[in-house]
């Protein structure tokens, strides 16, 4: 067997398949970068538009909000005279920005769910510069610094018109009073709040704070502009008192009927109050009647009060406008009075202003209950008493003058005189109201031995009179006492009884039974006396009373007749009187008036009195009063 070696085959192909395999490769790798290439610039295209939309559109957006953003510091500044725009630009910035990344996000996505969500952001940052949120911050502040600065200043603060003192907090007032036009901003420091998630998942709306330096710090979205103004409550007053006649302008009309009608009087006496000038001369002025301008006032002070029903409500509590504005004018007016003044308030209302704490209520369609509403009506009417007062009119009280020794001698004689008349006129009186009768009971009361002190005699010294008169009934017993001799004298024409049985003395009694007393004395000898003739005797048997004439004694009792007295006692003389009151004439002008307007003209032609003329109503009140005594 032979062996051979193997054939060598020779491989022509595979050369030439790997070239076209390489060849084949290349083609389609060029073709992937090719591609490739395309799709990046594409995407490059795509995203430079995307990013170029969402910068025009954030631009858009944030321009829009900084235009509002400097409308609302051109308008602080024309409010307020200074220019918040250093406080306010860092933070109107971030937010602007803020805001206007979440529009531009949202306008971009496709996804509604992250649209809805940017879209809730977003509402956050457009209702603060698009939905006056930021607008009302920024005048909130402005307003509580102009409010301030013009109605808080020396002359208005505390005043009628003015911020309430009484009703603003230190801290405030101290803080926006600090703020100057021009560098005001100075003083503060603007940060802002909100804009994160909150734990109800809301976004925490937006607003400022305001810190000033050593001072407060206040959220310019809730700042509380209620600020109090001391309220006018005496508006309207002048006008009622204009129409009825009291004033005139300003001033006192002391001329009018109406001001007469003022004056306070006592049974038609005007009344007094009294004072003295830089002299020390003392200065009489005539009262005004505070009851009769309560009264008249008292209509307009209610409406006025009603008027602040409609600054709160009983609801609100102390906490109501309405309540601490009329609260205001009591501790910023009326606390202000001068201590002289407030002892007159007192008087007239009962409290001092400082005493004086309003209360919740519905009384008569007001915020104020029933002892408020009284008390607040009453304190405004003492106000206005007192001004008024002060404008009265005075007179000089002259100084009594010195007198001589021939004066004080007479006067002293008068004062004596007058002190017997008023003794004796207390006794009478004392006799007149007996039941017994005039006679008898001032018998009684000489006999009585407690009244021996007043009339100046003893009790010995009462029974002097005895020597004088005796009760008719003591008369049997005396002539039992006499001897025959004075008996006989007496009695020339009676037989003597030692047993003083004499019949004929009761005759003598039976004959006069209007007498009461028999005189024994020898100028009048054993005389049945009538009751002014007892009366006269025993009067002038007192001590006191022993010079006094006949006609002083009747002068001092007023009644010359003491049967005249008890006859206009009666009452058919009283209704005579009544009638002839009621039916009274006066004819004036060819004019016939009767009853009260008789009475009216009568006083105003011919005034009994003497002083200036009495007005229409304090005649009729004087014709009133008058008839009412005489029915008494």
Avoid: C
């Avoid at 003491?562 to 206009?568: A, C, L, P």
């Amino acid at each position: 067997m032979s062996y051979e070696n193997p054939t060598t085959v020779v491989d022509t192909e595979s050369a030439r398949i790997r070239a076209a395999g390489m060849a084949s490769f290349g083609q389609s790798i060029g073709g992937a970068i090719t591609a490739l290439g395309q799709r990046q610039r594409e995407e490059a295209k795509a995203n430079k538009k995307a990013n170029k939309d969402f910068l025009n559109s954030q631009t858009k957006y944030n321009e829009e909000y900084q235009q509002k953003s400097w409308t609302a510091t051109d308008q602080f500044k024309d409010d307020a005279g200074f220019d918040i725009s250093p406080q306010v630009t860092k933070v109107f910035n971030q937010w602007a920005d803020e805001g206007a990344r979440l529009k531009a996000e949202r306008d971009r996505s496709d996804d509604p769910e992250e649209r809805r969500k940017l879209g809730s952001q977003i509402a956050v940052y457009d209702k603060f510069f698009l939905g006056g949120g930021m607008t009302n911050n920024l005048e909130s502040f402005a307003e509580m610094q102009k409010t301030i600065q013009a109605n808080g200043g020396p002359g208005k603060a505390g005043d009628v018109g003015g911020l309430s003192l009484s009703s603003l907090k230190h801290e405030v007032y101290r803080d926006f009073m600090g703020m100057g036009k021009g560098n005001g901003g100075g003083a503060i420091s603007i940060t802002g709040m909100g804009g994160q998630v909150s734990e109800d998942g809301q976004y925490a709306p937006l607003s400022l704070t305001a810190g000033f330096k050593d001072g407060g710090t206040y959220d310019m979205s809730n700042l509380n502009n209620n600020l109090i103004t001391v309220p006018n409550m005496q508006d309207g007053v002048v006008d009622v008192l204009q129409k009825a006649g009291y004033i005139a302008g300003n001033k006192l009309n002391t001329n009018s009927e109406g001001f007469k009608d003022f004056i306070k009087t006592d049974d038609g006496k005007v009344e007094y109050t009294s004072g003295y000038d830089t002299n020390g001369n003392e200065i009489r002025y005539q009262s005004l009647d505070f009851d009769k301008m309560y009264n008249a006032l008292d209509p307009t002070f209610q409406a006025t009060i009603v008027g602040y029903t409609n600054e709160g409500s009983v609801a609100d509590g102390d906490s109501s406008l309405g309540l601490q504005t009329m609260q205001s004018y009591v501790d910023d007016e009326l606390e202000e009075m001068s201590d002289s003044d407030k002892e007159i308030f007192k008087e007239k209302v009962g409290v001092y202003p400082e005493e004086i704490s309003l209360q919740i209520g519905e009384e008569k369609n007001t915020i104020l209950d029933k002892e408020s509403l009284d008390l607040y009506k009453k304190a405004l009417t003492a106000q206005k008493f007192i001004e008024l007062q002060k404008q009265m009119p005075g007179e000089k009280v002259e100084k009594p003058k010195t007198l001589g020794i021939a004066d004080r001698k007479a006067l002293k004689e008068q004062q004596e005189q007058l002190q017997l008349d008023q003794k004796l006129a207390g006794v009478i009186d004392k006799a007149i109201q007996s039941p017994k009768g005039v006679d008898v009971g001032l018998y009684d009361y000489l006999m009585d031995g407690a009244n021996t002190t007043a009339l100046d005699y003893g009790e010995i010294g009462s029974r002097s009179f005895r020597e004088d008169i005796i009760p008719k009934d003591e008369y049997k017993e005396w002539v039992g006492t006499l001897d025959r001799e004075d008996f006989a004298t007496a009695f020339p024409n009676e037989n003597f009884d030692s047993d003083g049985d004499y019949d004929f003395i009761d005759k003598q009694i039976s004959a006069n039974p209007d007498s009461n007393f028999i005189s024994i004395n020898e100028e009048r000898p054993l005389e049945f006396l009538d009751p002014e003739s007892a009366y006269r005797i025993m009067i002038q048997t007192v001590p006191a009373f022993a010079d006094m004439k006949t006609s002083e004694l009747g002068t001092a009792r007023g009644e010359g007749d003491m049967r005249e007295r008890d006859r206009k006692k009666s009452p058919e003389y009283k209704a005579q009187q009544v009638k002839k009151f009621e039916t009274m004439t006066y004819e004036w002008d060819g004019n016939t008036y009767t009853g009260e307007e008789a009475y009216i003209k009568k006083e105003q032609r011919e005034p009994s009195y003497t002083g200036s003329s009495k007005s229409n109503l304090q005649l009729r009140q004087e014709y009133q009063r008058k008839l009412q005594d005489l029915k008494k």
